[in-house]
């Protein structure tokens, strides 16, 4: 295992750029992308969550389909997380320029979960507004069909990185199917869908045979989607992040770091530590100290030097960060009491491992 982090190729092969790419395939073609997706008349994106590309090299058998499919590896975005993937996919912008810098961000003192879209106060959507929040334009403003979970429909995070989309939800795999077969025969020239399966079950359930399962039966999704393509069309598929089976190795933090610690944000594989006031330095020297060796230890300074987010980010993105990071390395994790759900995780992601970073860019045209 390599110990320095993966860091997002922002420039070039990077889930920030698909979209972009895709819907500007005829004026400016990109050389990580076969060309027969730049040919084709109708594309649809399938976003697959918690797919990384090493999952899924370690699957062949599990998955035929896709992994015959023209392939390769691109990088996700930092952190290898959900709300901040997304939110670049659809946007096209690094997470320093649309400010979604994570699953848990610090708002005014307020801890919001960008997924839930609350705070401890409860339902956010009135105190922080998603389009105030995320103000950037999804799809280049070109308002296409999604397929995506009915139940997202009015959330905040739909809110955040889907305003102006046309929405198609879902409630099971037959379902979707359904609504992709209606938008590619009303020839629809950009349809995009979502997926999250995989994440869901290796959350629960890590990357044993469960996922093996879940794998399987998202590749016979695939394959009737396929089968579903008019002449012309194009489907690319990619991921927003890989996983980890990190099982019971996640680690409180040591008494000696949280009496400097104000609040946490971020989650359990890229943990922000805020400090209390005037202790930024010592909570830098505790955390180098106790986890230097678990994790990649970074202050904010040091993350946007670095350009984890990017080559810029705004003001109001540097100022959702905390004092010091928390990167994990191998299968470890970090405890915030304060982040919690409704079962115990088993498979996380958020860090800059390999197994994390790297996701697949998968395409297949029916010419």
């Known amino acids: 295992m390599s110990e320095e982090p993966v860091l997002p190729d922002y420039a070039g092969a990077c889930v920030c750029?698909?979209?972009?790419?895709?819907?500007?395939?005829?004026?400016?073609?990109?050389?990580?992308?076969?060309?027969?997706?730049?040919?084709?008349?109708?594309?649809?994106?399938l976003v697959i969550d918690g797919m990384g590309w090493e999952q899924l090299q370690a699957r062949r058998s599990f998955a035929p389909v896709m992994t015959a499919m023209h392939g390769r590896a691109i990088t996700t975005v930092a952190p290898s997380t959900t709300a901040t993937a997304l939110t670049s996919i659809a946007t096209g912008l690094t997470p320093g320029e649309h400010g979604v810098v994570g699953y848990r961000i610090n708002v005014g003192g307020e801890i919001l979960n960008v997924l839930r879209w609350n705070t401890p106060n409860g339902d956010a959507r009135l105190t922080i507004p998603p389009g105030s929040f995320?103000?950037?334009?999804?799809?280049?403003?070109?308002?296409?069909?999604?397929?995506?979970?009915?139940?997202?429909?009015?959330?905040?995070?739909?809110?955040?990185?889907?305003?102006?989309?046309?929405?198609?939800?879902?409630?099971?795999?037959?379902?979707?199917?359904?609504?992709?077969?209606?938008?590619?025969?009303?020839?629809?020239?950009?349809?995009?869908?979502y997926y999250d399966g995989p994440d869901k079950v290796s959350h629960e359930y890590g990357l044993g045979e469960h996922y093996d399962a879940e794998v399987a039966a998202v590749d016979r999704l695939v394959a009737d989607i396929m089968d579903e393509l008019p002449p012309g069309a194009v489907l690319v598929i990619t991921s927003d992040h890989g996983q980890v089976h990190t099982g019971d190795a996640v680690h409180e933090l040591p008494t000696d770091v949280l009496e400097h610690v104000a609040i946490q944000s971020g989650e359990a594989r890229l943990r922000w530590l805020h400090a209390r006031g005037g202790r930024a330095n010592a909570l830098l020297e505790a955390v180098d100290h106790h986890?230097?060796?678990?994790?990649?230890?970074?202050?904010?300074?040091?993350?946007?030097?670095?350009?984890?987010?990017?080559?810029?980010?705004?003001?109001?993105?540097?100022?959702?960060l905390g004092d010091v990071a928390l990167a994990a390395k191998g299968v470890h994790a970090f405890l915030d009491p304060a982040d919690s759900g409704p079962y115990k995780l088993i498979g996380r992601h958020g860090s800059l491992t390999s197994a994390e970073m790297l996701v697949p860019l998968l395409s297949h045209g029916r010419f």
């Open 17 to 45: 750029n698909v979209v972009p790419a895709l819907l500007e395939a005829s004026s400016d073609p990109v050389e990580w992308l076969p060309d027969f997706v730049h040919e084709a008349n109708q594309v649809v994106l």
């Open 134 to 193: 995320q103000k950037a334009a999804s799809f280049a403003s070109q308002h296409p069909p999604i397929v995506t979970r009915a139940e997202f429909h009015h959330g905040g995070f739909s809110g955040a990185h889907l305003e102006g989309t046309r929405f198609h939800g879902y409630r099971c795999m037959s379902t979707f199917l359904v609504e992709m077969r209606r938008l590619l025969r009303a020839n629809e020239p950009f349809i995009y869908a």
């Open 291 to 320: 986890l230097g060796d678990l994790a990649w230890v970074r202050t904010r300074a040091q993350v946007i030097g670095e350009q984890w987010f990017g080559p810029h980010i705004t003001l109001e993105g540097a100022n959702r």
